[in-house]
């Protein structure tokens, strides 16, 4: 990508446009020397306007500093930007969502998020970090929280509301009492978990699909060996191209993937063309 690249957007059932690739900024350096700034104030430059983070991260201080300085030295402006964040799973009784929003646009000095989601569908103990234990886990009542969320969309704190991690079974439940339906599922997605049957249930329904960890996070407690696929690896050098190019293709020819929120290198990933046979 580069800063003459047209990202594409996706509209949301709530009307936004959302720009089709974003960057991720989970399990970054947050310290104050952070080299968060830099990165983002570089992504920035070369085309990105789509950033993703999330409570839990504790990266939504330093890319909100790296935020507020692109806007003051003109780099971008508020409304070129699309900025998502995600409810802690500790945060899901309803009378803490809409405090919980308000701390995270404290930490990224923005008045409204445009999209902010519901982490995960499972609900659990104050102060619980990641990875949960199994006795840190509470009962879900995904009908409150979402009321809440909710008010955060009709207050305007929120321009879309959403979740994450969540299955056709739960979105279902989810729906039959939305008033406003989620507006995006975020989930992992990748070659190896292409994740047909959400896809298609989220389709018909109006949801939109995003991904996470698109290179399917290589050497995380969670993450796959996508990058090091056979499959993907013959494609790769049959088409001189890297795993990476590989595995984020679909963005570029495949829209039913939707965006990809990744922390990948930024350039050279997309543009280039893959046929099937
Ligand atoms: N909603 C959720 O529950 C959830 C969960 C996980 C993640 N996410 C979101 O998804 C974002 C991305 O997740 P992720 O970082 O796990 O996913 P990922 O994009 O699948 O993996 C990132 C890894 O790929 C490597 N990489 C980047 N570019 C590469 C390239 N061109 N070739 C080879 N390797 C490359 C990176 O290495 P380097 O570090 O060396 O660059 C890093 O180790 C997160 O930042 C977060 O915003 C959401």
Redesign the pocket.
Request: hydrophobic share 40%; with cysteine; charged share 20%.
């Given at each position: 990508m580069n800063s003459s690249t047209e990202v594409p957007s996706f509209k949301l059932n709530s009307g936004t446009l959302m720009p089709a690739i974003?960057?991720?900024?989970?399990?970054?350096d947050n310290s104050p020397d952070s080299k968060i700034t830099a990165a983002v104030l570089h992504a920035i430059e070369v085309g990105y306007s789509h950033f993703?983070?999330?409570s839990i991260?504790g990266t939504e201080c330093v890319l909100g500093d790296a935020l507020f300085k692109a806007i003051s030295m003109g780099v971008t402006s508020r409304q070129d930007l699309f900025i998502t964040s995600?409810l802690w799973s500790d945060s899901h009784d309803p009378e803490n969502v809409v405090s919980a929003l308000q701390q995270t646009l404290t930490n990224l000095k923005l008045d409204y998020l445009d999209l902010y989601?519901i982490?995960?569908p499972m609900k659990l103990k104050k102060g619980t970090r990641q990875p949960a234990k199994a006795e840190d886990v509470l009962p879900s009542d995904i009908k409150g929280t979402w009321s809440a969320m909710e008010t955060c969309f009709e207050r305007g704190l929120a321009k879309s509301i959403g979740v994450?991690?969540f299955t056709v079974k739960e979105l279902a439940q989810l729906l039959a009492h939305a008033r406003v339906p989620p507006a995006v599922n975020?989930?992992?997605m990748?070659p190896l978990w292409q994740q047909k049957k959400l896809r298609k249930f989220c389709n018909g329904v109006g949801i939109h699909v995003t991904?996470?960890?698109?290179?399917?996070?290589?050497?995380?407690y969670?993450?796959t060996d996508?990058?090091t696929n056979p499959v993907i690896k013959s494609i790769s050098s049959k088409h001189n191209k890297?795993?990476?190019?590989v595995e984020m293709h679909p963005v570029w020819q495949q829209k039913k993937l939707r965006k990809?929120?990744?922390?990948?290198?930024i350039h050279?990933?997309y543009r280039w063309e893959l046929r099937s046979k």
């Amino acid at each position: 990508m580069n800063s003459s690249t047209e990202v594409p957007s996706f509209k949301l059932n709530s009307g936004t446009l959302m720009p089709a690739i974003g960057l991720g900024v989970a399990n970054a350096d947050n310290s104050p020397d952070s080299k968060i700034t830099a990165a983002v104030l570089h992504a920035i430059e070369v085309g990105y306007s789509h950033f993703d983070t999330a409570s839990i991260y504790g990266t939504e201080c330093v890319l909100g500093d790296a935020l507020f300085k692109a806007i003051s030295m003109g780099v971008t402006s508020r409304q070129d930007l699309f900025i998502t964040s995600k409810l802690w799973s500790d945060s899901h009784d309803p009378e803490n969502v809409v405090s919980a929003l308000q701390q995270t646009l404290t930490n990224l000095k923005l008045d409204y998020l445009d999209l902010y989601l519901i982490h995960s569908p499972m609900k659990l103990k104050k102060g619980t970090r990641q990875p949960a234990k199994a006795e840190d886990v509470l009962p879900s009542d995904i009908k409150g929280t979402w009321s809440a969320m909710e008010t955060c969309f009709e207050r305007g704190l929120a321009k879309s509301i959403g979740v994450s991690n969540f299955t056709v079974k739960e979105l279902a439940q989810l729906l039959a009492h939305a008033r406003v339906p989620p507006a995006v599922n975020q989930v992992e997605m990748h070659p190896l978990w292409q994740q047909k049957k959400l896809r298609k249930f989220c389709n018909g329904v109006g949801i939109h699909v995003t991904a996470w960890s698109p290179l399917g996070a290589p050497g995380t407690y969670y993450g796959t060996d996508a990058l090091t696929n056979p499959v993907i690896k013959s494609i790769s050098s049959k088409h001189n191209k890297s795993p990476a190019q590989v595995e984020m293709h679909p963005v570029w020819q495949q829209k039913k993937l939707r965006k990809f929120c990744n922390g990948v290198g930024i350039h050279g990933l997309y543009r280039w063309e893959l046929r099937s046979k």
